[in-house]
Protein backbone atom coordinates (compact mmCIF):
# COMPACT_ATOMS: atom_id res chain seq x y z
CA UNK A 1 0.00 0.00 0.00
CA UNK A 2 1.39 3.53 -0.39
CA UNK A 3 -0.30 7.10 -0.11
CA UNK A 4 0.49 10.00 -2.76
CA UNK A 5 0.66 13.10 -2.01
CA UNK A 6 0.06 14.53 -5.30
CA UNK A 7 -3.64 13.12 -5.79
CA UNK A 8 -4.12 12.69 -1.84
CA UNK A 9 -4.90 9.09 -1.90
CA UNK A 10 -4.90 5.96 0.47
CA UNK A 11 -4.07 2.80 -1.81
CA UNK A 12 -3.77 -0.46 -0.23
CA UNK A 13 -3.98 -4.44 -1.07
CA UNK A 14 -5.21 -7.07 2.28
CA UNK A 15 -3.33 -10.23 2.26
CA UNK A 16 -5.38 -13.05 2.81
CA UNK A 17 -2.65 -15.14 4.14
CA UNK A 18 -1.33 -12.21 6.64
CA UNK A 19 -3.98 -10.20 7.53
CA UNK A 20 -2.01 -8.61 10.55
CA UNK A 21 0.65 -7.19 7.33
CA UNK A 22 -2.19 -5.04 5.79
CA UNK A 23 -3.01 -3.59 9.19
CA UNK A 24 0.10 -2.65 9.87
CA UNK A 25 0.52 -1.27 6.17
CA UNK A 26 -2.89 0.48 6.61
CA UNK A 27 -1.59 1.84 9.85
CA UNK A 28 1.84 3.09 8.20
CA UNK A 29 0.46 4.78 5.46
CA UNK A 30 -1.96 6.48 7.03
CA UNK A 31 0.48 8.40 9.19
CA UNK A 32 2.21 9.55 5.86
CA UNK A 33 -1.88 10.93 5.27
CA UNK A 34 -1.51 12.42 8.88
CA UNK A 35 1.85 14.22 8.88
CA UNK A 36 0.98 15.50 4.91
CA UNK A 37 -2.24 17.10 6.83
CA UNK A 38 -0.11 18.94 9.25
CA UNK A 39 1.49 21.34 6.54
CA UNK A 40 0.57 20.08 3.07
CA UNK A 41 3.09 22.57 1.94
CA UNK A 42 5.96 20.57 3.63
CA UNK A 43 7.94 18.21 1.77
CA UNK A 44 9.96 15.60 3.64
CA UNK A 45 12.63 15.74 1.16
CA UNK A 46 14.36 13.01 -0.59
CA UNK A 47 17.34 14.06 1.57
CA UNK A 48 15.81 13.61 4.67
CA UNK A 49 13.58 10.39 4.06
CA UNK A 50 14.60 9.33 7.42
CA UNK A 51 12.03 10.83 9.35
CA UNK A 52 8.98 10.76 7.62
CA UNK A 53 9.71 6.87 7.12
CA UNK A 54 10.71 6.42 11.00
CA UNK A 55 7.25 8.47 12.07
CA UNK A 56 5.53 6.46 9.87
CA UNK A 57 6.69 2.84 11.30
CA UNK A 58 7.01 4.51 15.07
CA UNK A 59 2.84 5.38 14.82
CA UNK A 60 2.41 2.43 12.53
CA UNK A 61 3.15 0.21 14.67
CA UNK A 62 0.37 -0.02 17.02
CA UNK A 63 -2.01 -2.35 19.11
CA UNK A 64 -5.47 -1.61 17.95
CA UNK A 65 -7.96 -2.57 20.65
CA UNK A 66 -12.15 -1.81 21.24
CA UNK A 67 -12.88 -0.70 24.86
CA UNK A 68 -16.00 -2.26 26.41
CA UNK A 69 -18.08 0.42 24.21
CA UNK A 70 -17.14 -0.96 21.02
CA UNK A 71 -14.47 2.42 20.51
CA UNK A 72 -11.85 1.41 18.70
CA UNK A 73 -8.18 2.68 20.84
CA UNK A 74 -5.07 3.20 18.84
CA UNK A 75 -1.82 2.68 21.32
CA UNK A 76 1.16 3.20 19.03
CA UNK A 77 4.75 2.67 19.53
CA UNK A 78 4.77 -1.12 19.74
CA UNK A 79 8.40 -3.00 19.54
CA UNK A 80 9.26 -4.20 16.10
CA UNK A 81 11.49 -7.19 16.72
CA UNK A 82 12.40 -7.66 12.89
CA UNK A 83 13.74 -4.16 13.46
CA UNK A 84 15.49 -5.01 16.59
CA UNK A 85 16.94 -7.57 15.53
CA UNK A 86 18.36 -6.47 12.59
CA UNK A 87 19.74 -3.48 14.27
CA UNK A 88 21.15 -5.51 17.24
CA UNK A 89 22.99 -7.72 14.75
CA UNK A 90 24.58 -4.57 12.95
CA UNK A 91 25.76 -3.54 15.67
CA UNK A 92 27.15 -6.66 17.10
CA UNK A 93 28.80 -7.49 13.27
CA UNK A 94 29.47 -3.74 13.86
CA UNK A 95 28.09 -2.49 10.34
CA UNK A 96 25.57 -0.23 11.90
CA UNK A 97 24.49 2.71 10.41
CA UNK A 98 25.98 6.02 12.53
CA UNK A 99 23.45 8.49 13.19
CA UNK A 100 25.64 11.34 11.04
CA UNK A 101 25.17 8.82 8.46
CA UNK A 102 21.13 8.30 9.04
CA UNK A 103 20.06 11.83 9.31
CA UNK A 104 21.98 12.32 5.28
CA UNK A 105 20.52 9.47 3.95
CA UNK A 106 18.87 10.11 0.12
CA UNK A 107 15.34 7.90 -0.74
CA UNK A 108 18.15 5.79 -3.24
CA UNK A 109 19.92 4.61 -0.53
CA UNK A 110 16.84 4.27 2.65
CA UNK A 111 16.52 0.36 2.05
CA UNK A 112 14.83 -1.97 4.87
CA UNK A 113 18.22 -2.26 6.27
CA UNK A 114 17.94 1.40 7.15
CA UNK A 115 14.16 1.59 8.19
CA UNK A 116 15.29 -0.85 10.95
CA UNK A 117 17.83 1.95 11.79
CA UNK A 118 15.34 4.81 11.66
CA UNK A 119 12.74 2.71 13.76
CA UNK A 120 15.19 2.39 15.81
CA UNK A 121 16.14 5.94 16.33
CA UNK A 122 12.74 7.12 16.73
CA UNK A 123 11.79 4.39 19.20
CA UNK A 124 14.75 5.02 21.22
CA UNK A 125 13.95 8.89 21.59
CA UNK A 126 10.41 8.35 22.48
CA UNK A 127 11.08 5.02 24.69
CA UNK A 128 14.33 5.69 26.69
CA UNK A 129 13.24 8.70 28.93
CA UNK A 130 10.91 11.90 28.85
CA UNK A 131 12.95 14.29 27.80
CA UNK A 132 14.11 12.84 24.78
CA UNK A 133 10.50 12.10 24.06
CA UNK A 134 9.17 15.77 24.45
CA UNK A 135 12.06 17.15 22.41
CA UNK A 136 11.30 14.84 19.85
CA UNK A 137 7.34 15.46 20.14
CA UNK A 138 8.61 19.69 19.71
CA UNK A 139 10.93 18.76 16.77
CA UNK A 140 8.26 16.83 14.83
CA UNK A 141 5.83 19.44 15.49
CA UNK A 142 8.26 22.48 14.53
CA UNK A 143 9.32 20.35 11.63
CA UNK A 144 6.25 19.44 9.91
CA UNK A 145 4.56 23.09 10.72
CA UNK A 146 7.64 24.63 8.79
CA UNK A 147 7.73 26.80 12.10
CA UNK A 148 11.43 28.28 12.94
CA UNK A 149 13.03 26.60 10.28
CA UNK A 150 15.09 27.61 6.99
CA UNK A 151 13.27 25.91 3.96
CA UNK A 152 13.56 26.44 0.55
CA UNK A 153 10.84 26.37 -2.20
CA UNK A 154 10.04 23.37 -4.61
CA UNK A 155 7.61 23.58 -7.39
CA UNK A 156 5.60 21.14 -9.08
CA UNK A 157 5.09 18.55 -6.16
CA UNK A 158 1.67 18.45 -5.79
CA UNK A 159 -1.88 19.87 -6.76
CA UNK A 160 -1.23 22.62 -4.15
CA UNK A 161 1.70 24.24 -6.28
CA UNK A 162 4.45 25.50 -4.21
CA UNK A 163 5.92 23.51 -1.29
CA UNK A 164 8.92 23.62 0.86
CA UNK A 165 12.23 21.43 1.89
CA UNK A 166 14.21 21.70 4.68
CA UNK A 167 17.60 20.36 4.32
CA UNK A 168 19.53 17.78 6.42
CA UNK A 169 21.51 20.42 8.06
CA UNK A 170 18.41 22.11 8.90
CA UNK A 171 17.01 19.24 10.46
CA UNK A 172 19.85 18.19 12.43
CA UNK A 173 20.38 21.70 13.73
CA UNK A 174 16.95 21.18 15.15
CA UNK A 175 16.50 18.09 16.35
CA UNK A 176 20.07 18.49 18.69
CA UNK A 177 18.41 22.02 19.83
CA UNK A 178 15.20 19.98 20.95
CA UNK A 179 17.40 17.62 22.61
CA UNK A 180 19.35 19.40 23.92
CA UNK A 181 22.96 18.47 22.28
CA UNK A 182 25.50 19.86 20.92
CA UNK A 183 26.05 17.18 18.69
CA UNK A 184 25.81 13.49 17.68
CA UNK A 185 28.45 11.76 19.55
CA UNK A 186 26.84 10.99 22.51
CA UNK A 187 23.37 10.40 21.27
CA UNK A 188 24.14 7.74 18.95
CA UNK A 189 25.87 5.97 21.73
CA UNK A 190 22.84 6.29 23.79
CA UNK A 191 20.84 5.31 20.92
CA UNK A 192 22.82 2.34 20.31
CA UNK A 193 23.39 1.07 23.72
CA UNK A 194 19.68 0.85 24.35
CA UNK A 195 18.60 -1.00 21.56
CA UNK A 196 21.56 -3.35 22.10
CA UNK A 197 20.24 -4.13 25.38
CA UNK A 198 16.25 -4.42 24.41
CA UNK A 199 15.93 -8.43 25.57
CA UNK A 200 14.18 -10.71 23.07
CA UNK A 201 14.27 -14.56 23.59
CA UNK A 202 11.17 -15.74 22.63
CA UNK A 203 11.38 -18.79 20.37
CA UNK A 204 10.04 -16.79 17.34
CA UNK A 205 12.73 -14.04 17.83
CA UNK A 206 15.29 -16.73 18.23
CA UNK A 207 14.15 -18.43 14.41
CA UNK A 208 14.39 -15.01 13.40
CA UNK A 209 17.46 -13.94 14.71
CA UNK A 210 19.02 -16.81 12.57
CA UNK A 211 17.39 -15.66 9.83
CA UNK A 212 18.63 -12.10 10.19
CA UNK A 213 22.14 -13.36 11.02
CA UNK A 214 22.09 -15.67 7.52
CA UNK A 215 20.89 -12.73 5.35
CA UNK A 216 23.57 -10.70 6.68
CA UNK A 217 26.32 -12.77 5.88
CA UNK A 218 24.80 -13.81 2.73
CA UNK A 219 24.72 -10.32 1.37
CA UNK A 220 28.11 -9.39 2.88
CA UNK A 221 29.33 -12.49 0.79
CA UNK A 222 27.60 -11.03 -2.12
CA UNK A 223 29.29 -7.77 -1.86
Known sequence: GYFWSY?????????????????????????????????????????TIWINEA????????????????????????????RVLTVQQAIEDEKDTKLEQLLRLSRDAFDGFQYAHAWSFVYF????????????????????A???VEKTPEYGFDKSGIA??????????????????????????E???????IPIEAPEARFKRASTVVEARFSSNLQ
Open 125 to 144: LNESNPKYQKGFKSFFKDLY
Open 191 to 197: WKAFIAA
Open 55 to 82: VADFFGSADIRRDKRGKLEIFPGKLQTD
Open 7 to 47: DQTLNFFHDYQEPSRSEWVALHECTHLLTYLIDPQFVPSAK
Open 146 to 148: LRG
Open 164 to 189: FVVEPAEVRRLLLKKLGKKNTDELEK
